[in-house]
C-alpha cells in the first residue's frame, strides 16, 4: 500500500475512517480466507524457485502482491528429470553434475546438434490426450554456448514454432500465438508458444498424441559443439504459460485453484458501501471468452456481484454488474499492459445499487441497477464463486469504509 494513499485518505470529501490493507508487504488481512488444494510453485525476491504447500500464498519477485491463478495441469510426466528415458529424443545428455540448475530446480540435461550447418531436434515429452484448444508448450533453457533455440509446437507437422534470442531476450519468426521468453537469471531463460489443436489434427475431436507435441530445434551456421541446457517442459490447456508444475513421475501433475476471499463483517466493511483500492500485474491479455477478475463484490454466489476485470480476448479492464443473474454494463475504463503493474480502484455503492471503477490512466465509468446491502456479503479478489476467471497475475489491494466520489477515483488510482 502507498504511503500516499495513507496521506491523501485525509482530503477526500466526505469520508470517514481509515485505510484498511488486504494484501499489502506480503501478508493477508486476517478477515481474508485464503485456499488452494495443492502445492504450487513461485519466483520469489532473489529469483529463487520456491515450493509451497496447500493453503500457502505465494508473493513472486519480493513486490508483496499476492499471486492468484486458476487450476491448469502439466500433462508432461518427468518433467522434473528431463535426463529420464521418458524424454525419448536424440542428441541429449546428463549434465547434472557440470552445470548449475536455476536455484530451486534441476537436473539439467543438454542438447547438442548432430553437426554443423544442419536443422536438428530433440522430441520431447509424450502427451496426454489432448481436446481441440488452446495449449502451451514451455520450457526453461540456458544458452551457454547456443544463443537461439527454436521451439516447435502443435500437431504432428509442427507448423507452429518461434525462433527464441536469448542473447538479447526477442521472439521472432515463425506461425506462433503468444510466443514468449522471460528471464529467470544466471542465464536461465522460460520460453513458451501456444498452438491451438483442431478437429482435423489426427483425424478427431481428442486425440492421444505420442510424440511431436513439443520439440526444440537449432538451425545455423557454425561449430557442432554448440548446443544449450534444457528442463521443466510443461504442456498445459491454456493460451499461456502458468507457473512451474513439477511432475516427478509418470503422471501429470495439477495445480488447483487459489481462492481469496472475506465476508464484508469479518473486514470490517459497512454493508452501505466501500471502495477497493489496488496495483495489479497481469502478464498476459485474458484469452477468449475468458475474463481475468481483479476483484469481486458478491452474494454467496455471482448472480448478484458487481466486478472490476480484464475483459476476454483484450488488455481492456472494465466494470459490470449481476442482479439476480442478469448481467448489465460493460464500459472500459482503459487499458492496461502485460507485464506493467498499474493502480485501480473501484466504488460500490450499496444503497443506490451502483459501482464506478478507474484504473490508473484512464476515466472513470459507472453501472448503476446493481445489487443492494440485502444481497451482498463477500468481496473476493482475484477471482469469483465459481472457477475460470481467476486473474493469473498479482495483485495487492486496500479498502476504505467508505464509497469515494467519482472525482477521486483517478487519484485513488494512481496512489494505489
Same mark, same amino acid.
Given at each position: 500500500?502507498?504511503?500516499?494513499?495513507?496521506?491523501?485518505?485525509?482530503?477526500?470529501? =466526505?469520508?470517514?475512517?481509515?485505510?484498511?490493507?488486504?494484501?499489502?508487504?506480503?501478508?493477508?488481512?486476517?478477515?481474508?480466507?485464503?485456499?488452494?488444494?495443492?502445492?504450487?510453485?513461485?519466483?520469489?525476491?532473489?529469483?529463487?524457485?520456491?515450493?509451497?504447500?496447500?493453503?500457502?500464498?505465494?508473493?513472486?519477485?519480493?513486490?508483496?502482491?499476492? #499471486?492468484?491463478?486458476?487450476?491448469?495441469?502439466? +500433462?508432461?510426466?518427468?518433467?522434473? @528429470?528431463?535426463?529420464?528415458?521418458?524424454?525419448?529424443?536424440?542428441?541429449?545428455?546428463?549434465? $547434472?553434475?557440470? *552445470?548449475?540448475?536455476?536455484?530451486?530446480?534441476?537436473?539439467?540435461?543438454?542438447?547438442?546438434?548432430?553437426?554443423?550447418?544442419?536443422?536438428?531436434?530433440?522430441? *520431447?515429452?509424450?502427451?496426454?490426450?489432448?481436446?481441440? +484448444? !488452446?495449449?502451451?508448450?514451455? #520450457?526453461?533453457?540456458?544458452?551457454?554456448?547456443?544463443?537461439?533455440? %527454436?521451439?516447435?509446437?502443435?500437431?504432428?507437422?509442427?507448423?507452429?514454432?518461434?525462433?527464441? @534470442?536469448?542473447?538479447?531476450?526477442?521472439?521472432?519468426?515463425?506461425?506462433?500465438?503468444? !510466443?514468449?521468453?522471460?528471464?529467470?537469471?544466471?542465464?536461465?531463460?522460460?520460453?513458451?508458444?501456444?498452438?491451438?489443436? $483442431?478437429?482435423? %489434427? =489426427?483425424?478427431?475431436? !481428442?486425440?492421444?498424441?505420442?510424440?511431436?507435441?513439443?520439440?526444440?530445434?537449432?538451425?545455423?551456421?557454425?561449430?557442432?559443439?554448440?548446443? *544449450?541446457? *534444457?528442463?521443466?517442459?510443461?504442456?498445459?490447456?491454456?493460451?499461456?504459460?502458468?507457473?512451474?508444475?513439477?511432475?516427478?513421475?509418470?503422471?501429470?501433475?495439477?495445480?488447483?485453484?487459489?481462492?481469496?476471499?472475506?465476508?464484508?463483517?469479518?473486514?470490517?466493511?459497512?454493508?452501505?458501501?466501500?471502495?477497493?483500492?489496488?496495483?495489479?500485474?497481469?502478464?498476459?491479455?485474458?484469452?477468449?471468452?475468458?475474463?481475468?477478475?481483479?476483484?469481486?463484490?458478491?452474494?454467496?454466489?455471482?448472480?448478484?456481484?458487481?466486478?472490476?476485470?480484464?475483459?476476454?480476448?483484450?488488455?481492456?479492464?472494465?466494470?459490470?454488474?449481476?442482479? $439476480?443473474?442478469?448481467?448489465?454494463?460493460?464500459?472500459?475504463?482503459?487499458?492496461?499492459?502485460?507485464?506493467?503493474?498499474?493502480?485501480? !480502484?473501484?466504488?460500490? @455503492?450499496?444503497?443506490?445499487?451502483?459501482?464506478?471503477?478507474?484504473?490508473?490512466?484512464?476515466?472513470?465509468?459507472?453501472?448503476?441497477?446493481?445489487?443492494?446491502?440485502? $444481497?451482498?456479503?463477500?468481496?473476493?479478489?482475484?477471482?469469483?464463486?465459481?472457477?475460470?476467471?481467476?486473474?493469473?497475475?498479482?495483485?495487492?489491494?486496500? +479498502?476504505?469504509?467508505?464509497?469515494?466520489?467519482?472525482?477521486?477515483?483517478?487519484? #485513488?488510482?494512481?496512489?494505489?
Amino acid at each position: 500500500m502507498s504511503n500516499r494513499l495513507r496521506t491523501r485518505n485525509h482530503f477526500w470529501g =466526505g469520508g470517514t475512517g481509515g485505510v484498511i490493507p488486504l494484501i499489502s508487504g506480503g501478508s493477508l488481512a486476517s478477515g481474508l480466507t485464503f485456499t488452494r488444494a495443492s502445492s504450487a510453485t513461485y519466483t520469489d525476491g532473489a529469483g529463487v524457485i520456491q515450493t509451497v504447500g496447500n493453503d500457502v500464498p505465494r508473493y513472486p519477485n519480493g513486490l508483496g502482491r499476492l #499471486l492468484i491463478e486458476g487450476a491448469r495441469t502439466n +500433462a508432461s510426466p518427468y518433467s522434473s @528429470d528431463p535426463t529420464n528415458a521418458a524424454w525419448v529424443g536424440t542428441n541429449a545428455s546428463n549434465v $547434472a553434475s557440470g *552445470f548449475p540448475p536455476p536455484a530451486g530446480l534441476g537436473p539439467v540435461a543438454k542438447f547438442t546438434p548432430s553437426g554443423a550447418n544442419t536443422t536438428s531436434h530433440y522430441t *520431447f515429452l509424450p502427451a496426454a490426450t489432448v481436446t481441440a +484448444a !488452446a495449449w502451451t508448450y514451455s #520450457l526453461i533453457v540456458s544458452a551457454a554456448e547456443y544463443s537461439l533455440v %527454436q521451439l516447435l509446437w502443435g500437431s504432428a507437422n509442427l507448423t507452429n514454432y518461434a525462433n527464441f @534470442d536469448l542473447t538479447n531476450g526477442t521472439v521472432t519468426a515463425g506461425t506462433y500465438t503468444d !510466443a514468449k521468453i522471460v528471464p529467470l537469471g544466471s542465464g536461465w531463460y522460460r520460453i513458451s508458444i501456444t498452438s491451438t489443436l $483442431a478437429v482435423g %489434427q =489426427g483425424g478427431a475431436l !481428442a486425440r492421444a498424441v505420442t510424440t511431436n507435441m513439443g520439440r526444440v530445434a537449432t538451425s545455423y551456421a557454425g561449430n557442432s559443439s554448440d548446443g *544449450f541446457y *534444457f528442463l521443466e517442459g510443461q504442456q498445459e490447456a491454456g493460451a499461456f504459460a502458468s507457473s512451474i508444475i513439477p511432475t516427478p513421475g509418470a503422471s501429470t501433475a495439477t495445480r488447483a485453484r487459489d481462492v481469496l476471499s472475506g465476508t464484508l463483517a469479518a473486514l470490517q466493511l459497512p454493508g452501505n458501501g466501500f471502495t477497493i483500492t489496488g496495483r495489479c500485474l497481469i502478464p498476459q491479455n485474458a484469452p477468449t471468452a475468458i475474463n481475468q477478475l481483479m476483484a469481486v463484490v458478491r452474494g454467496a454466489n455471482d448472480q448478484n456481484a458487481y466486478y472490476i476485470y480484464n475483459s476476454a480476448a483484450s488488455s481492456t479492464i472494465r466494470v459490470t454488474r449481476n442482479t $439476480a443473474g442478469v448481467a448489465s454494463g460493460t464500459p472500459s475504463s482503459g487499458s492496461m499492459t502485460p507485464g506493467v503493474a498499474f493502480g485501480w !480502484a473501484m466504488a460500490v @455503492d450499496l444503497v443506490s445499487g451502483a459501482a464506478s471503477i478507474c484504473m490508473e490512466g484512464g476515466v472513470v465509468q459507472s453501472v448503476t441497477g446493481g445489487p443492494t446491502s440485502a $444481497a451482498i456479503t463477500t468481496l473476493q479478489l482475484g477471482g469469483t464463486a465459481t472457477a475460470g476467471g481467476e486473474l493469473f497475475g498479482a495483485i495487492s489491494a486496500s +479498502a476504505l469504509p467508505y464509497v469515494a466520489p467519482n472525482a477521486s477515483l483517478p487519484a #485513488l488510482a494512481a496512489a494505489a
